[in-house]
């Protein structure tokens, strides 16, 4: 059973500052706990109630918790009832190599909007998200749960941007709100980088300078009432079946 300070510890893992000070965060959830532990990432511990070993064999090694130590872990409406405490990856990526594909996020702040495009990136073998430092952090549980386990297979690091253009040779497009219709577009096969920035700011000011190619997604029917723009994570699927097909 868990001591009063190991649980306290866990529960702190619920804030950022606690997770970056101790770099270890908890992912809650059967398939969650499954992905990750298939994965590169160290799983220090697993944690269960009694009642999920009963009905789950798989976990029958986890630490025993109660019901009521689950749901206060749990940051989901209803608690899981089965977590994993995890080791945050090093910022090991090598800067000097280049990947075909590439999605660049500028200060997206929407955790289920990163998840879900994480899990996009997944879905269409991109394997690397470069983020502004200023974009919600990967390992905050609503990014995880929309991720739905992808986080476990791409690399998501995060960059001052500016720099980051400035150093890497990519063919670098961005997607914008007028530009080149996407359906006339043309990818190279050369490394390629996709800039998308917030729904709320768009890219900011000071990457659309460095960006040389700037990219629309069509209206079907420009004559109707359509809102101000597409959810940043729509638009990420959009730009990447374009992109990859």
Aim: net charge neutral.
């Amino acid at each position: 059973m868990l001591t009063n300070n190991e649980f306290k510890i866990l529960r702190q893992l619920k804030q950022k500052k606690y997770r970056q000070e101790q770099a270890l965060f908890l992912v809650e959830g059967k398939k969650m706990v499954e992905e990750v532990l298939k994965s590169a990432f160290v799983v220090k511990n697993v944690f269960a109630t009694e009642g999920f070993v009963e009905k789950s064999a798989v976990f029958y090694d986890a630490m025993i918790i109660t019901k009521t130590q689950s749901e206060q872990l749990s940051s989901l409406t209803t608690d899981p009832e089965v977590y994993a405490l995890v080791e945050m990856k090093k910022d090991n990526f090598d800067d000097c190599v280049l990947k075909n594909r590439v999605l660049i996020l500028d200060d997206v702040r929407d955790a289920g909007n990163l998840g879900t495009i994480i899990r996009t990136a997944d879905w269409f073998n991109i394997d690397l998200i470069i983020c502004s430092k200023d974009c919600v952090e990967l390992y905050n549980s609503k990014v995880l749960q929309a991720s739905m386990g992808s986080f476990t297979r791409v690399n998501v690091i995060y960059r001052n941007l500016i720099d980051f253009i400035h150093s890497h040779k990519y063919n670098y497009y961005g997607a914008f709100l007028n530009g080149q219709l996407l359906n006339e577009v043309s990818f190279p096969t050369q490394p390629t980088a996709i800039v998308l920035g917030s729904e709320s700011h768009g890219i900011s000011e000071k990457v659309a300078k460095l960006i040389p190619n700037r990219i629309n997604i069509p209206l079907i029917n420009p004559n109707r009432i359509v809102p101000e723009s597409l959810n940043v994570a729509t638009a990420t699927a959009i730009l990447c079946y374009a992109w990859t097909k």
